[in-house]
């Protein structure tokens, strides 16, 4: 193997580390998620650091890469992809990060195991880590053929994000149906006023980390646009209608 | 514009371009890449007729420049190399003055007229950038000038005469750094009115000065298309390889 080719096989390393990291970010984030496992959640927040720390040593070792050996074709292509690539992974890594600080903050945990199934958050989290391991398996193997199915999942996504606020909505207006019903009684309102506030805020704080779980997959079609740009140098940014 | 049609060339038995087939367009650039012996200089010197020089070559074909078959029974090789200038790889002045290196094209070309001669001598140097360099300094002796500023001497040499065309053997590949910006430099300025074929073994020196390039391997054109394309995403496998150093 020549000596450019070990570099870049460095390179490739380096980010497969870093992926491997970011899917067991997201599947503890998922587990401490769903059981409220703030423990887990905390080891989540402290190994964030690992992911940012490897987004800045693959960005320098990129620049090196691009400097000394002037790249072109389809090097040139990995390199500038990769570069994307661990900077998109970080941004997942924030925002597992987030969920799990959403767990530490240890309130809004489990409202309503009905609302919770009815959200589909775990189906979210299972689609997000698939997406996250196809695209690692697609980079490994150099293989696009795979693409098409990833980005369909993110649609897949999207369709619970979106279902997910309707949900949310009529949970709110449910509750709020419940207040006039109860106007006629004092303690009873205040009490159930408390109780709505309570829930509204808790179902804003899911629509956050629900939220979340929607960017991390536009994230993760974005990461397999770029392996599409190393493989086959198309690009299928901003290109979705087509 | 020039075009070649199915050229084969050979050095007594040795088959060195194989049928080669391409349009370079007018005031565009356009660079040869390839490994050593490929035959891209070869190919380069069939557009002013420099092999012709050579003993025991034959080449097959049609080699055409604005339309002329440049080797076509009338054709005064003189005359062509007046429209299709060269410079090569090592700057090459003549033991003489700076102004008169410049002029020597147009005195052997039986020019007289003293102030067109000056005039010309000072438009090539300004169209080689070199002008404000050596406005002072015209009869001093050309050996007296930096490497880089030797090749654009000769450039301005090559220019004098007012050729459409003009061809670069690896014009910077004996000059540093800042002399072979000043090159690049003078094509990207040179294309605006003439037609330059480059041929280079620097791969960076193709992808900033051309607009279009060839590749060649063992006599062929593997590939030839837009240097972006060719420098992002060739289509051969055998371009990538070797743009990226796999080659061999």
Known sequence: MKHTEREMQSLKE??????????????????????????????????EKRVDAFELKIDSDCENYIALYSPVAVDLRLALSLIKISSTLERIGDFAAGIARHVIDGDCHKVDEKL????????????????????????????????????AKDEEVDAIYHSAIDVL??????????????????????????QLEERVRCGLKLLLVIRKLERIGDHCSNIVEEIVFYVDAKVLKHRKDE | MIQAKNINFYYGSFHALKNISMKMEANTVTAFIGPSGCGKSTFLRLFNRMNDLIDGTRLTGECRVQGDNIYGKQVQVDELRKRVGMVFQKPNPFPKSIFENVAYGLRVNGMGDRKFIAQRVEESLQAAALWDEVKDKLKKSAFELSGGQQQRLCIARALAVSPSVLLMDEPASALDPISTSKIEELIHHLKKNYTIVIVTHNMQQAARVSDKSGFFMLGELVEFSDTKKMFL????KETQNYITGRFG
């Open chain 1, 14 to 47: 380096e980010v497969r580390q870093m992926w491997k990291l970011v899917i067991s970010q997201l599947e503890k984030a998922k587990q401490s998620f769903m059981a409220g496992n703030a423990e887990l959640a905390l080891e989540i927040a402290s190994r």
């Open chain 1, 169 to 194: 909505t009529n949970y709110i207006v449910e509750n709020g149906k419940l207040k006039v019903e109860n106007d006629n009684n004092n303690f009873q309102l205040s009490t159930f006023n408390f």
């Open chain 1, 116 to 151: 919770m199934e009815d959200l589909q958050i775990e189906k979210m989290f299972d689609t997000l880590i698939g997406m996250l391991s196809d695209g690692f398996v697609a980079l490994e193997s150099e293989n696009t053929k795979i693409s098409g199915k990833i980005l």
């Open chain 2, 233 to 236: 995403n060739p289509d051969k």
